[in-house]
């Protein structure tokens, strides 16, 4: 069973691990995030700039599981504008096909 639900603080650590594993194979599609993005205290900063933006109202963004609970997705909803009653569907990212996420998933951070 797939489940979705909005991103949360503790979402913090499986998903830099989601981030990670999947890194070469997102960098195929859209440019990549760089070093940086997956140094510990960087993605924390970021992901607490998403939740503020999340807290305010600006942008949804949500966090795919499979039935293992590890993260198989991500999906953004930004540039929401409650007046005219859209967003626009920002990145879906996915991990890559037949990934053994239940066995596999590595440790990629990396702290400074």
Do not use: C, W
């Not at 913090?12 to 195929?28: G, T, W």
């Not at 993005?37 to 992901?47: A, E, G, P, V």
């Not at 005219?84 to 239940?102: A, E, N, T, Y």
């Amino acid at each position: 069973m797939i489940s979705i639900h909005l991103l949360r603080e503790q979402d913090e650590e499986d998903l830099v691990e989601f981030e990670s594993q999947n890194r070469l194979y997102f960098a195929k599609y859209v440019p990549d995030r760089g070093d940086p993005y997956f140094i510990r205290d960087n993605f924390r900063s970021i992901l607490q700039g998403l939740l503020e933006e999340q807290y305010r109202g600006l942008s949804y963004f949500y966090i795919v599981k499979n039935e293992m609970n590890s993260i198989v997705g991500r999906i953004n909803l930004v540039d929401i504008d409650i007046d005219k009653r859209s967003g626009h569907v920002g990145i879906f990212r996915k991990s890559m096909p037949r990934q053994p996420l239940s066995t596999s998933l590595t440790r990629g951070y990396r702290k400074n």
